[in-house]
């Protein structure tokens, strides 16, 4: 069977509020994390109660709050979507050096980080579509250095091709990279080097999965 | 003392000549020393290489630098403005399109005296096989980054990267005071110290003169041993798309 074939009907699986909430979830009390743009960005307002952990933005601040409401903006207080925030208690400010030593040295728990492809061997594709504006930012930083790397995403495109697939055909952003997978229709881990389908979204088939992911994978269904 | 003040901005800056590389502070316009990049423009600057991380999404500072064509080559991670990218699609200026933490690192290294370092990020990447594309002509790929030398260490490999010792840095501070010492607000700092430790003459603006040892020594960001020149900041100019639009109708 072909992606293309699969394309009707159009599954209904978790919305990009609730890919933030069931990523939430897995965070840990105390961890540091960075959060990509899109639907990343939306973790921190689901995050299960008495859980509180640091956000790190590329350009210095650790601990990072919420908007600090209208009126409020300090331009000189942003993240690294260039965003008004807040500092936590306890946050800090440090240079873009020490905020990368911080990234590359593996002092952050988690990035957590939206994707154009992710390939069954952790291979990521994030950063480039060729012929469009080329940009990188601390993408290729933040998948090199820190040990849990959670890809966020669409399961398949707009075109209702497969993201999860054998070999990523857009420039990499890094190497077997990527640990874990969230999508509208699953969570995926990788174990062993190997990918491994660990959870169906509500409402959504291990065979809804299978139709729509073109990389090998095992199942491990809790 | 050796006081770094410099009341004439267009006069100490002046001495930049057209063609120097440029390393420059700021993270979009937080921290961007807007005052300098607009008095390179207005010194008729040009033919720059900036090593700075974007160019912004507007066409104040390095965006301004970039639409008034004074840019030869870029040096960074996320250039963003359209204008920028017409540049480079139609060869009229350079990309070295490089890792966020590659950049701060290699100019923190051009300045401490390291050479050149292995890292990690970008490793088997098309920004260190030697596939992305350095300028374009006649709608093609005319040049590519150089390959980066490759080695594994602890058996994940990594590729050689430069330190970068800019002919000049530019940077933005809150604080500073006679000697150069440098105090910066909040997400401002940035690329800041690392741009005034990359510059082998660096400037520094600042938003407040203080006297010399109101930075007590402990709360020094940056000390003045990286800047010859301290000058003041000004009101940022607006420089938004009906100042390009004047400009290409001037053109």
Redesign the interface.
């Known amino acids: 069977m072909t992606a293309t074939e699969t394309l009707a009907p159009h599954l209904v699986g978790r919305t990009r509020d609730e890919m933030a909430q069931r990523v939430a979830a897995d965070l840990s009390d105390g961890f540091t994390v960075n959060l990509g743009v899109g639907i990343p960005l939306a973790v921190p307002k689901f995050l299960p109660d008495g859980i509180e952990v640091f956000l790190h933005a590329e350009n210095g601040v650790l601990g990072f709050g919420d908007h600090p409401g209208d009126g409020n903006e300090d331009p000189d207080l942003t993240d690294a979507g260039k965003r008004p925030v807040s500092l936590i208690s306890g946050g800090a400010i440090v240079d873009s050096a020490l905020s990368f030593a911080i990234i590359r040295g593996g002092h952050l728990d988690a990035t957590i980080l939206g994707a154009l492809q992710v390939a069954e061997n952790g291979d990521l594709a994030n950063w480039y579509v060729p012929g469009r504006n080329p940009a990188v930012g601390g993408a290729m930083d933040l998948v090199a250095g820190t040990r849990e790397v959670w890809v966020c995403m669409e399961h398949v495109d707009r075109k209702g091709d497969p993201k999860i697939i054998p070999a990523c055909t857009f420039p990499l952003t890094g190497h077997a990279v990527v640990t874990r997978v969230y999508t509208d229709l699953a969570v995926f881990h990788f174990r062993d080097g190997g990918l491994v389908l660990t959870e169906c979204a509500p409402g959504i088939t291990p065979d809804d999965v299978r139709a729509r992911t073109s990389a090998a994978y095992t199942e491990d269904l809790e | 003392m050796n006081d770094k003040y410099r009341e004439d901005l267009m006069a100490a800056l002046d001495v930049v000549p057209s063609g120097s590389s440029i390393a420059v502070g700021g993270?979009?316009?937080?921290?961007r020393p807007d005052a300098l990049l607009n008095a390179l423009c207005d010194l008729d600057k040009r033919d720059l290489h900036v090593i700075v991380?974007n160019v912004g999404d507007d066409y104040t500072g390095i965006g301004r630098l970039v639409v008034e064509g004074r840019v030869r080559r870029f040096t960074g991670?996320?250039?963003?403005l359209?204008s920028f990218?017409d540049d480079y699609f139609a060869g009229r200026i350079e990309?070295e399109?490089?890792?966020?933490?590659?950049?701060?690192?290699r100019?923190?290294a051009g300045g401490a005296g390291i050479a050149a370092f292995f890292?990690?990020?970008?490793?088997?990447?098309?920004?260190t096989d030697g596939t992305?594309p350095l300028t374009y002509a006649d709608g093609h790929a005319a040049q590519y980054l150089s390959p980066k030398e490759t080695r594994e260490f602890n058996g994940r490999?990594h590729v050689l990267e430069h330190g970068i010792a800019a002919d000049f840095g530019l940077v933005k501070a809150?604080q500073g005071d006679r000697l150069g010492n440098l105090r910066f607000?909040?997400?401002?700092?940035?690329?800041?110290?690392?741009a005034a430790m990359s510059g082998r003459t660096t400037f520094a603006e600042v938003e407040q003169l203080v006297e010399v040892d109101e930075i007590g020594p402990d709360d020094v960001?940056l000390p003045g041993v990286f800047v010859r020149h301290v000058v003041m900041t000004a009101a940022p100019v607006p420089a938004g798309p009906e100042y390009t639009a004047s400009l290409k109708g001037s053109v």
């Open positions: 993270f979009g316009s937080s921290g991380n991670s996320f250039p963003i359209q990218y990309l399109l490089i890792p966020q933490g590659t950049l701060a690192e100019m923190r890292t990690p990020s970008a490793a088997g990447t098309m920004l992305f490999a809150q607000r909040l997400s401002a700092r940035n690329f800041n110290p690392l960001h």
